[in-house]
């Protein structure tokens, strides 16, 4: 098949089209770069906005391998290794991809263009691929603003809201202040919003850190059962005044005390970011868990992974919302979290918080049964803990 030859002008070379007709004229117009390849990844056509973008002639490069000049990075200008680069694997294996954001390196003048990118292979293995690219350094202008504006507005936000809930505490104290029952009710309803309010900029400063690669974490080798059991271990007045019971070194309900999982495991991750990621699955779990109800906490090794899970016997979550609760502003609504005060953005926060420290995290539910929080992480062997502890001291003391 030729692309876009006429019955007029049959031969027409590939790669150039007729004018006037219908899609040349789309194609030669457009703003977005469209390169279409054969299976091998060998160029069939290229259109103006494409060759533009690549710094390219359209006549140095049909028949050639695309992969000689459609050079990309990450967006933040690191190069991509053979399993990070999803557009080589996606042409290689006529593979759909849609809106990935990357860096285009444009060939002559080593130009950076942060581009929007899809590939569609049409008709299989062995059919074309359709790649297209759209500049996107506009968009990520308006939300690198964006995100200044939400992160100076919560900041700005959180210090008179800090106030209104410390002058309501004050209000409501007995030694501090004498109002009547009435008042006493709707004080606590400001009191309890109020506390809402300053959750929700909290999160809104940890998002737009988050989103805009702004909290990194500080990794370092660490033994996790140690760690996660002495974060988690903190709650238990928490969780006992919610009359919960607690089990640190079980998965759950079924394995009870007898089998105790909790084994010695080294990770390389951030410890507040683990500190802020486990507060808010107990956090959670002691929210959405009736009184009466139990929390397990358990860290075990899961081959190259560290697995801990945090699981409840709480109101669990429907298969509908299930796949859902990891995105911001996400809420289930059903009788039972109605009444439960929240933001929607602990899960969306902890997640960001896992993939950054290069883990996964999932949950498992049975709707009115409970819930599993799983978090895996990169385990490090004994052997590599001593190394990077040795390391990391060396740098320490170096450093003083
Ligand atoms: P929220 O501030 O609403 O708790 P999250 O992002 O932490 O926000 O959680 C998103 C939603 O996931 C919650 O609103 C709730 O519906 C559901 N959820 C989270 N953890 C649990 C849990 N342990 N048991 C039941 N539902 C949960």
Redesign the pocket.
């Known amino acids: 098949m030729s692309l876009f030859k006429s019955k007029n002008q049959p031969n027409a070379p590939v790669g150039y089209a007729q004018q006037n007709s219908p899609a040349e004229l789309a194609l030669a117009n457009i703003h977005d770069g469209v390169v279409i390849l054969d299976y091998t990844g060998r160029v069939r056509y290229i259109n103006p906005a494409a060759t533009r973008m690549l710094g390219i002639n359209a006549n140095d490069v049909i028949g050639l391998d695309s992969s000689l000049f459609l050079r990309v990075e990450s967006l933040d200008g690191h190069p991509l290794s053979g399993n990070e680069n999803l557009l080589v694997q996606a042409i290689l294996a006529g593979r759909a991809i849609d809106n990935y954001r990357l860096c285009l390196v444009s060939g002559t003048a080593q130009k950076r263009i942060p581009v929007s990118i899809s590939v569609v292979p049409v008709n299989g293995q062995n059919g074309s691929r359709i790649v297209t690219f759209r500049d996107i350094t506009k968009e990520l202008a308006e939300e690198g603003e964006q995100t200044e504006f939400v992160s100076t507005a919560s900041h700005e936000m959180r210090t008179p809201v800090a106030s209104i809930e410390g002058y309501l505490s004050l209000a409501l104290n007995p030694q501090t202040a004498t109002i009547d029952q009435r008042a006493r009710g709707y004080l606590n309803a400001a009191h309890a919003s109020a506390k809402h309010l300053g959750q929700l900029f909290h999160d809104l400063l940890d998002v737009t850190k988050l989103d805009d690669g702004h909290l990194r974490p500080k990794l370092q080798p660490v033994e996790m059962t140690g760690l996660v059991k002495q974060i988690s271990d903190q709650y238990y007045p928490q969780i006992n005044g919610a009359s919960l019971k607690y089990q640190f070194g079980s998965a759950g309900p079924d394995i009870g005390t007898a089998r105790r999982l909790d084994q010695v495991v080294y990770g390389y991750v951030d410890v507040n970011f683990m500190r802020e990621i486990i507060d808010?699955l107990i956090g959670?779990?002691v929210?959405?868990?009736p009184a009466g109800g139990s929390i397990y906490v358990n860290v075990r090794g899961d081959g190259n992974n560290v697995l801990i899970n945090v699981t409840?016997t709480?109101?669990?979550?429907s298969n509908e919302?299930l796949p859902h609760?990891f995105q911001k502003f996400?809420?289930?609504d059903n009788s039972d979290?109605r009444t439960?005060g929240?933001?929607?953005?602990?899960?969306?926060i902890?997640k960001k918080r896992v993939e950054a420290m290069g883990g996964r995290i999932w949950?498992e539910?049975a709707f009115g049964e409970g819930?599993t929080?799983y978090v895996s992480l990169p385990r490090i062997s004994s052997e590599e803990y001593e190394k990077l502890m040795i390391s990391n001291n060396s740098i320490q003391g170096g450093a003083r």
């Open positions: 808010n959670n779990a929210k959405y868990t409840d709480g109101i669990g979550i919302d609760i996400y809420r289930s979290t439960i929240g933001t929607g953005l602990g899960l969306y902890v949950a539910s819930s929080f």
